[in-house]
């Protein structure tokens, strides 16, 4: 029988509030209830960004988590846009209860939490009113289910993306960048039309160091002046990759 998992939580060193998570020992969340606002992990705050560009600022928006964690970014868009609508499914039931326990959601958020597998709940999710970002962070310790680099996962996630909207991957990965390129080639084709992005620390987006790189596809086209405001934003030292350097990066020279 495996043994469980050890989840505890850490105490922050650089605010009075701050807890990360942490699942066998590797950091897998970071929360300051205090302020959920504030995005410790590099990856998390770019995939905040990309939340921040996705219509008026601060308007209410329709978001699925496939991936629970801390529910940091749940809590991030309760406090960023008040009056979203949010499901986040989570398959470790016990996390979730602990996670909760320990840091409950906020008063008067609308947080519907699923617990069960990502790829069995997304056809379940099609009756739901079509989502305006659909964030994809599934890991268990450091490895994803292997279903997620595959055009099906994919195309039933870009199939919950409202007009307009976008999905989010992050893609934690090893100097060279093969995750990514699995990741990118299962979107490419679910939706051959659908305009990727990638955002991340400029080495790791090189393929020179291991690291998380996050991934966007937008079936309608990427919002205006995104590329620009990823660029912008950070965290530094942040790369924006899309179109022809995207695919240099991933494919290389043809």
Avoid: K
């Avoid at 305006?132 to 890991?139: G, K, P, Q, S």
């Avoid at 490419?188 to 596809?217: C, H, K, M, Q, Y």
């Amino acid at each position: 029988m495996p043994t469980p998992p050890r989840i505890e939580f850490e105490t922050d060193v650089f605010s009075a509030s701050g807890l990360t998570l942490l699942v066998d020992g590797t950091a897998q969340s970071h929360v300051d209830p205090d302020d959920p606002t504030r995005l410790f992990f590099e990856y998390v705050r770019r995939i905040g960004n990309v939340i921040d560009a996705i219509g008026p600022p601060g308007s209410p928006v329709h978001a699925l988590h496939l991936g629970g964690g801390a529910l940091t970014l749940a809590r991030y868009v309760a406090a960023t846009r008040p009056g979203s609508r949010q499901v986040v499914v989570e398959l470790d039931a016990e996390l979730l209860e602990l996670v909760l326990a320990r840091l409950p959601l906020p008063a008067g958020a609308d947080i519907a939490i699923m617990v069960g597998d990502a790829a069995s709940v997304i056809d379940d999710l099609a009756s739901q009113r079509p989502f305006d970002v659909v964030i994809v962070d599934l890991y268990a310790r450091l490895e994803p289910p292997a279903f997620v680099a595959t055009p099906a996962f994919m195309s039933g996630c870009l199939a919950l993306v409202a007009p307009g909207g976008l999905l989010a991957v992050n893609v934690a990965d090893a100097a060279g960048l093969a995750r990514l390129r699995a990741h990118s080639r299962a979107v490419a084709r679910a939706d051959p039309t659908a305009e990727l992005l990638v955002t991340g620390d400029a080495a790791v987006l090189s393929g020179a160091d291991e690291g998380n790189a996050v991934l966007i596809a937008a079936p309608d086209g990427l919002p205006g002046r995104l590329v620009e405001r990823l660029a912008a934003n950070g965290p530094h030292p942040a790369e924006v990759l899309t179109g022809a350097r995207l695919d240099f990066a991933l494919w290389g020279a043809c």
